[in-house]
């Protein structure tokens, strides 16, 4: 029962690379979520997928990129990674809110540094 | 614009006492309110959650209070015990816009054997 999983745990890249930060979920959950965790910030909502091939922009959308393909994987691109967006990323899940909110589920979270 | 605001950022309290955590929302569209806690290294994971329509809701030694005049809702942890001790966060959402979650800026607890 592996849940929701996160890839890598730890990355640290230099500004202006691409890096990829991997989802998967074994629930066959429909909506998956992308957040950042910064100090005083809590976490902020940076993309959101309600299906397979259907994404819309969260809260803080600029320099990410995501894709759904396939209903268990939400991967994240930073396109050309900055200082800024050195964080603890955070991948959720949730079934459809369809007549309610349904909990969503936490992966482990990726802390990634860019330098 | 941080439109759920939560206080204390951190707060020390001896074991058996009680811990109380505040937030603040500004959208009155929020209807579904839940508290995540988060252990070092660890995703959050939901606590308990409210909605408007009721005033309080409690789940063991956890217990929300709600105020929708004030748009106001509070944690309390009564009885803390160490295994308590964590980062809480206060989030909001509406139901009708999917699933998203607006978080607050988190509380650090520690709980004093």
């Known amino acids: 029962d592996a849940g929701i999983t996160q890839s890598p745990r730890y990355k640290i890249t230099e500004t202006g690379r691409q890096v990829t930060l991997m989802c998967h979920q074994t629930w066959s959950h429909s909506y998956m979520f992308w957040y950042r965790q910064d100090l005083g910030h809590g976490l902020r909502l940076i993309y959101y997928?309600?299906?397979?091939?259907?994404?819309d922009k969260g809260e803080v959308p600029d320099g990410y990129v995501v894709s759904r393909s396939k209903t268990e994987n939400f991967p994240l691109t930073l396109e050309s990674a900055t200082r800024s967006q050195t964080s603890v990323y955070f991948c959720?899940?949730?079934?459809?809110?369809?007549?309610?909110?349904?909990?969503?589920?936490f992966g482990p979270g990726t802390r990634l540094l860019v330098l | 614009q941080q439109q759920v605001k939560q206080s204390p950022q951190s707060l020390i309290v001896q074991k058996g006492g009680i811990s109380i955590i505040n937030c603040a929302y500004e959208?009155?569209?929020?209807?579904?309110f839940p508290w995540y806690q988060q252990f070092p290294g660890k995703g959050p994971a939901l606590l308990i959650a409210i909605r408007p329509d009721v005033s309080e809701k409690k789940e063991g030694r956890f217990t929300i209070s709600f105020n929708k005049s004030a748009k106001q809702f509070s944690l309390h942890i009564m009885d803390s015990q160490p295994g308590d001790s964590a980062t809480y966060f206060c989030?909001?959402?509406?139901?009708?816009?999917?699933?998203?979650?607006?978080f607050g800026g988190g509380t650090r607890v520690l709980v004093k054997p």
């Open positions: 997928s309600a299906a397979a091939d259907i994404t």
């Open positions: 959208n009155t569209a929020f209807d579904y």
């Open positions: 989030a909001a959402s509406i139901e009708a816009a999917g699933n998203k979650l607006t």
């Open positions: 959720a899940s949730s079934e459809s809110p369809a007549g309610g909110q349904e909990t969503q589920y």
